[in-house]
C-alpha cells in the first residue's frame, strides 16, 4: 500500500457538499456509503499518491453526476438522459468500473423508481472489474467440496478355517464334512456297480 493519507481523504470526501447535494437524506447516504468504499480500495491500490489523487477525482465526479442524474432524470428529454449516463460511464472506468447494462435499459429501467430505489439500482449496474466487496457485488460462495466418504476395506479371504467358526464348533464342523465326503464316495460306489451291472453280458445269449 502506497503513502496515502485515507484519513484526509475521507474527511475531504464527506466535507464536499457537491456530492449528493440535489438528494434528501436516505438516498445521498447510500451513494455517499458506497463510495467512501471505493476511497478506501483505491487506497489500497494505487501504486502512488499521483494515481490515487486521478481516481479520487473520478470517483467524486462519478458520484456527483450519479446524483444529479438520479435527481433529474425524471425532467430529462432522453438525449439528454443518454448524455448524463454517458459520463458517468466514463468516470466509472476511470476508477475501473463498467456498467452491466445498456444505456437504454438504465433510462426504461429508471422511469418509475423512487430516488432511493434509483440509487440502489444504478449501483447494481456496475460491474465487478476491481474489487467485489467495494462494488457491492458478493462473489458466488463456491461449491463445497463433496465430502471425502472412505470406502470399507475389503476384506482378504480367511486362510484359517478357524477364524470364521465359533469356539468348540471345529469338531463338528470337520465331522460333518467328513460325512459328507462318505456319503458322496459310497453314492459313487452305487453308482459305479450299478453301471457294471447293467453291462455285463448274459451267459445263455450265447446259446
Request: aromatic residues 6%.
Amino acid at each position: 500500500m502506497s503513502d496515502i493519507d485515507l484519513d484526509s481523504a475521507l474527511s475531504q470526501f464527506y466535507e464536499d457538499e457537491s456530492l449528493t447535494d440535489a438528494l434528501t437524506d436516505q438516498p445521498a447516504d447510500a451513494l455517499l456509503k458506497w463510495g467512501e468504499a471505493q476511497v478506501q480500495f483505491l487506497a489500497q491500490q494505487a501504486k502512488d499518491e499521483d494515481e490515487f489523487d486521478h481516481q479520487f477525482t473520478a470517483l467524486r465526479k462519478l458520484i456527483r453526476n450519479l446524483s444529479r442524474y438520479v435527481a433529474e432524470h425524471q425532467e430529462m428529454a432522453q438525449d439528454e438522459q443518454q448524455e448524463s449516463l454517458g459520463k458517468i460511464s466514463e468516470f466509472a472506468q476511470a476508477i475501473g468500473l463498467t456498467i452491466n447494462k445498456t444505456v437504454d435499459s438504465i433510462i426504461e429501467e429508471q422511469k418509475l423508481l423512487s430516488n432511493t430505489d434509483s440509487v440502489a439500482h444504478f449501483l447494481a449496474q456496475f460491474a465487478q472489474s476491481v474489487n467485489q466487496v467495494t462494488t457491492g457485488h458478493i462473489s458466488p460462495s463456491p461449491s463445497p467440496a463433496p465430502e471425502h466418504t472412505e470406502e470399507a476395506p475389503i476384506e482378504s479371504p480367511v486362510d484359517d478355517i478357524t477364524e470364521i467358526l465359533p469356539k468348540g464348533a471345529l469338531m463338528d464342523f470337520v465331522n460333518k464334512i467328513t460325512g459328507a465326503i462318505a456319503d458322496a464316495k459310497e453314492q459313487l460306489e452305487q453308482q459305479a456297480s450299478s453301471e457294471d451291472d447293467s453291462t455285463t453280458p448274459d451267459d445263455d445269449s450265447n446259446f
